[in-house]
C-alpha cells in the first residue's frame, strides 16, 4: 500500500458518528471494525440503545456468516461509546460525520455548534445525500475542513461512498477524509459539490420514472422492478430502494433537485405524493410501494 495513503490513514485516531437513526448506527458500526475509537452521539438514549442493539446484530449475524471473528466483534463493539452530550461525544474527535435529518437548516445550525466546540485539526463530514456541502461548510469558520461523505443504506453492506468536495475544499483533507471511507471497506468516488451529486440525481430520476410508469398503469411496482433487475442488472429495482430509502425522504430529495436544478424531470408525481401523505412511507411504516 502507498505509504502516503497509510499516513493519511494514520491521522484518524477517532471517528464520531452524529445520529443514531438509520444512517448513523451503520456509519458508527463501520467505524468500529475499521479500528477507529468510535463515539455515537443522539439526543435520544432511546435512540443510542436501539443503535447498539442492531449494531450487536448486525455484528451478530456476520459472525455467524463467517465473515468475521467473535474476537473481532466484541473489539468492534467495545470501540463503540455512546453519549447525549454532542459536545463531550466530539471534543476529541479527528472526523465528525454528520447523520441527522436531511434539512438544510438543522445541518447549518449544527455545523455552527460543532465549529465552536471541535479541535482545530479536526474534519467535519455531513452524509447529505444532496444537499448543498458549500452552505452546510459556509456555516463555520473552517470550510475548508468540511466534506460530504455520503454512505449508502445499510451502510454496513453497501460498498459506496460518495465523497463531495466543495470549491473550497482543501483537498489534503479530501484525501483523509477519502482514506478514511476506504479504511472502512468502502469504495470512493469524488464528485464535485452540485444538487444531487452523482448517485441522488440518477437514483432519483430512475425512481421517479418508475413511480410514473406504476401511476399510469404501465406495469406493476414488482414487476417494474423485475425489469431493472433482470434486464439491467440492477440488484434491487427502484421502486424497493425507495421503500428502504423512505418515500418521505425520497419526496425531499426530488423537491430539492427541482427546485435547484428547474428540470421537470425532478417533478415529483402524485402518486409519491399522495403515498407520503397517507403515511405510506416505506419499510419503517410497513406499507410504501409494497407491503413490508
Not at 482514506?179 to 430512475?206: C, H, N
Not at 413511480?211 to 406493476?220: H, L, N, P, T, Y
Request: proline share 4%.
Amino acid at each position: 500500500m502507498d505509504s502516503q495513503i497509510t499516513n493519511r490513514k494514520s491521522e484518524i485516531r477517532c471517528v464520531a458518528v452524529i445520529g443514531a437513526g438509520t444512517m448513523g448506527h451503520g456509519i458508527a458500526q463501520v467505524a468500529a471494525m475499521a479500528g477507529y475509537q468510535t463515539r455515537l452521539t443522539d439526543t435520544s438514549s432511546d435512540a443510542l440503545t436501539a443503535a447498539m442493539r442492531r449494531i450487536g446484530a448486525n455484528l451478530t449475524g456476520a459472525v455467524g456468516r463467517s465473515k468475521m471473528t467473535p474476537e473481532d466483534a466484541d473489539a468492534a463493539i467495545a470501540r463503540i461509546a455512546t453519549a447525549a452530550d454532542l459536545t463531550a461525544s466530539v471534543r476529541e474527535a479527528d472526523l465528525v460525520i454528520e447523520a441527522v435529518a436531511e434539512d438544510l437548516a438543522s445541518k447549518e445550525q449544527l455545523f455552527r455548534q460543532l465549529d465552536a466546540v471541535v479541535g482545530d485539526t479536526a474534519i467535519l463530514a455531513t452524509n447529505t445525500s444532496s444537499l448543498s456541502i458549500t452552505r452546510i461548510a459556509s456555516a463555520t469558520r473552517r470550510p475548508e475542513r468540511v466534506v460530504g461523505l455520503h454512505f449508502f443504506n445499510p451502510v454496513h453492506i453497501m460498498k459506496l461512498v460518495e465523497v463531495v468536495a466543495h470549491p473550497r475544499s482543501d483537498p489534503a483533507v479530501i484525501a483523509v477524509a477519502r482514506a478514511a471511507a476506504e479504511q472502512m471497506g468502502k469504495t470512493t468516488i469524488l464528485v464535485r459539490d452540485t444538487p444531487g451529486f452523482a448517485s441522488s440525481r440518477l437514483g432519483v430520476v430512475l425512481g421517479l420514472e418508475a413511480m410514473r410508469m406504476v401511476e399510469q398503469g404501465v406495469a406493476s411496482a414488482a414487476d417494474v422492478d423485475t425489469a431493472m433487475e433482470l434486464g439491467y442488472g440492477h440488484p434491487m429495482g427502484p421502486l424497493r430502494v425507495t421503500d428502504l430509502v423512505g418515500l418521505d425522504v425520497r419526496l425531499n430529495i426530488a423537491e430539492y433537485l427541482h427546485r435547484e436544478l428547474q428540470d421537470p424531470k425532478f417533478d415529483p408525481p402524485r402518486i409519491l405524493r399522495d403515498k407520503v401523505q397517507r403515511g405510506e412511507l416505506g419499510k419503517k411504516t410497513g406499507r410504501g410501494f409494497y407491503e413490508w
